[in-house]
T-cell receptor, first 112, second 114 residues
Framework: DTEVTQTPKHLVMGMTNKKSLKCEQHMGHRAMYWYKQKAKKPPELMFVYSYEKLSINESVPSRFSPECPNSSLLNLHLHALQPEDSALYLC???????????FGDGTRLSIL | GENVEQHPSTLSVQEGDSAVIKCTYSDSASNYFPWYKQELGKRPQLIIDIRSNVGEKKDQRIAVTLNKTAKHFSLHITETQPEDSAVYFCAASSQGTSYGKLTFGQGTILTVHP
């Protein structure tokens, strides 16, 4: 079964905090993605990593900083976020960029 | 860039009826079309997908059809059950040129009444 694991499940942070979201998969997938999803809206692509290299940055503000330390792990570093950044952050992975994407359960982020 | 429109935004059916959700896309280079089901508070789950070299694909009660000429594709669910109630998202991608970037439709809230 496909499995993408995201931690933490919930995160509450102040606007001056620094935190990180983590995404892990052990399926040998070489493409990984970060999405942001607001309530009752579709996922919006933020970043795409292909073979551990950043392939797409959808003009995301610099307060979001992605990192791919190895082929199984994807991080999203957060700093000085705004209340409008409160959302569900989803990670997805696929065998490569041409194969179906499978999502994790997401991290529900609230900015105070 | 790609634009995907999805209709209807809400769909209510009785258990056992069929449900059809339609999407249109703008980029003729799009060649991959997945459908995701998202239950409340859960992850989007891939339920079926189709590539542009086929016109129809079926998996038990779910089928997807693709009309490349008209640039639209549809999800068909037969013999609906209450557990089919969820938000359904269509998406389109130009695989080979876009690093797997998916453009999603706005979603359809499907409610199946027992």
């Amino acid at each position: 079964d496909t499995e993408v694991t995201q931690t933490p499940k919930h995160l509450v942070m102040g606007m001056t905090n620094k935190k990180s979201l983590k995404c892990e998969q052990h399926m040998g997938h070489r493409a990984m993605y970060w999405y942001k999803q607001k309530a009752k809206k579709p996922p919006e692509l933020m970043f795409v990593y292909s073979y551990e290299k950043l392939s797409i940055n959808e003009s995301v503000p610099s307060r979001f900083s992605p990192e791919c330390p190895n082929s199984s792990l994807l991080n999203l570093h957060l700093h000085a976020l705004q209340p409008e950044d409160s959302a569900l952050y989803l990670c997805a992975s696929s065998q490569d960029n041409y194969q179906p994407q499978h999502f994790g359960d997401g991290t529900r982020l609230s900015i105070l | 860039g790609e634009n995907v429109e999805q209709h209807p935004s809400t769909l209510s059916v009785q258990e056992g009826d069929s449900a059809v959700i339609k999407c249109t896309y703008s980029d003729s280079a799009s060649n991959y079309f997945p459908w995701y089901k998202q239950e409340l508070g859960k992850r989007p789950q891939l339920i079926i997908d189709i590539r542009s070299n086929v016109g129809e694909k079926k998996d038990q009660r779910i089928a997807v059809t693709l009309n490349k000429t008209a640039k639209h594709f549809s999800l068909h669910i037969t013999e609906t059950q209450p557990e089919d109630s969820a938000v359904y998202f269509c998406a389109a991608s130009s695989q080979g040129t876009s690093y797997g970037k998916l453009t999603f439709g706005q979603g359809t809230i499907l409610t199946v009444h027992p």
